[in-house]
């Protein structure tokens, strides 16, 4: 079992930045993929950003293109998202993920909800306008 704790959400004006931390515990190591999803109220939880095990690789959604990234610091067992740019339909709660992956790639199969075996519990973003 893997454990997953967010932190770093709040209460950020548009245009400004914040950067979400994820801790990971228990059965961990470097063999697995992260990625970040996000729900809005009223509306799917969606894919965010995505990483490799070895960090290598990253994929993004379109809305997360350009203004956030994604990284991992193995030894700490830490995946970051560093968010720039904010703007207020960025909204929502966002949920660090993992999976066991031996890959080093992170591709299109890597954005579905249900690649995905360990779920943070979430942490706010409120991005006003």
């Known amino acids: 079992q893997v454990q997953l704790v967010e932190s770093g959400g709040g209460l950020v004006q548009a245009g400004g930045s914040l950067r979400l931390s994820c801790a990971a515990s228990g059965r961990t190591g470097s063999s697995y993929h992260m990625g970040w999803f996000r729900q809005a109220p009223g509306k799917d939880r969606e894919f965010v950003a995505a990483?490799?095990?070895?960090?290598?690789?990253?994929d993004y959604a379109d809305s997360a293109k350009g203004r956030f990234t994604i990284s991992r610091d193995n030894a700490k067992n830490t995946v970051y998202l560093q968010m720039n740019s904010l703007k207020p339909e960025d909204t929502a709660v966002y949920y660090c993920?993992?999976?066991?992956?031996?890959?080093?790639?992170?591709?299109?199969?890597?954005?579905?909800?249900?690649?995905?075996?360990?779920w943070g519990q979430g942490t706010q973003v409120t991005v006003s306008s």
């Open positions: 990483i490799s095990r070895n960090g290598g690789s990253t």
């Open positions: 993920v993992a999976t066991w992956d031996a890959s080093d790639y992170v591709g299109p199969t890597d954005r579905r909800r249900s690649q995905y075996d360990y």
